[in-house]
Nanobody, 126 residues
Framework: QVRLAESGGGLVQPGESLRLSCAVS????????IAWFRQAPGKEREGVSS????????NYADSVKGRVTISIDDAKNTVILQMDSLKPEDTAVYYC???????????????????WGQGTQVTVSS
């Protein structure tokens, strides 16, 4: 079983940055891709970014391209989401999640990720 714990959320002003962390523990050797999703009030949960452990391949949603960078620290089993130039529309609860489909692959879609953390709140407001 894999356990995920997000941290790093908070309240920031537009244009500022935040660094989110996702600590992955448990059966980490089975994890193929780790992703960040977010859910704003009244909206569907949407994919933000993902990283594949074996290849280092990264994927970003169009809404965050150029402002967000995902990275992985294998030694610490931690995935980092660096978010810059934050906008009010980035306000949401941010979740990390894991996918295990080495053959089929892991698209940035909620259904592909069976395990989830509890989330961390990001609020961008002046």
């Amino acid at each position: 079983q894999v356990r995920l714990a997000e941290s790093g959320g908070g309240l920031v002003q537009p244009g500022e940055s935040l660094r989110l962390s996702c600590a992955v523990s448990g059966a980490t050797s089975d994890v193929y891709t780790i992703a960040w999703f977010r859910q704003a009030p009244g909206k569907e949960r949407e994919g933000v970014s993902s990283i594949t452990r074996t290849s280092g391949s990264k994927n970003y949603a169009d809404s965050v391209k150029g402002r967000v960078t995902i990275s992985i620290d294998d030694a610490k089993n931690t995935v980092i989401l660096q978010m810059d130039s934050l906008k009010p529309e980035d306000t949401a609860v941010y979740y990390c999640a894991t996918c295990y489909s080495r053959i089929v692959g892991c698209p940035l879609m909620r259904a592909a990720y069976p395990d989830w953390g509890q989330g961390t709140q990001v609020t961008v407001s002046s």
